[in-house]
């Protein structure tokens, strides 16, 4: 059995080819998708700014074998990323991804004496 990592992905786009019942319900729904909603799950959690309404980004947590690397979690994430926008009927381009493997990040500890 490979040993399983846990990647923390941002998936970003542009909006591209808005209808305008789409348009009209992602400036609806913007508080929803505002500072508060930057998380990570496996859903995906959906983030824009209305003005103007442009881009957005996507943040996903994606377990995924190790010896698969970073790249495989990021071509998973903006899968998802299409899957969910095809199903919102939301249109988009220019998916692109950051990916953090969260088991091999190196987390700087302040000592006793600095805080």
Not at 48 to 70: C, I, N, Q, T, W
């Amino acid at each position: 059995m490979s040993e399983q990592h846990t990647y923390r992905v941002i998936v970003r786009g542009t909006w591209d080819g808005l209808t305008d019942e789409a348009r009209e319900r992602l400036l609806a729904e913007a508080a929803d998708h505002g500072l508060a909603g930057m998380r990570f799950s496996e859903e995906g959690a959906l983030t824009y700014e209305p003005v103007p309404l442009k881009h957005f980004s996507m943040r996903y947590v994606v377990v995924s074998d190790a010896e698969d690397g970073p790249e495989m979690a990021g071509a998973i994430a903006e899968d998802r990323a299409e899957t969910a926008l095809r199903a919102l009927g939301y249109g988009w381009a220019g998916l692109r991804s950051t990916v953090t493997d969260m088991d091999t990040m190196k987390i700087n500890r302040k000592s006793a004496s600095r805080r």
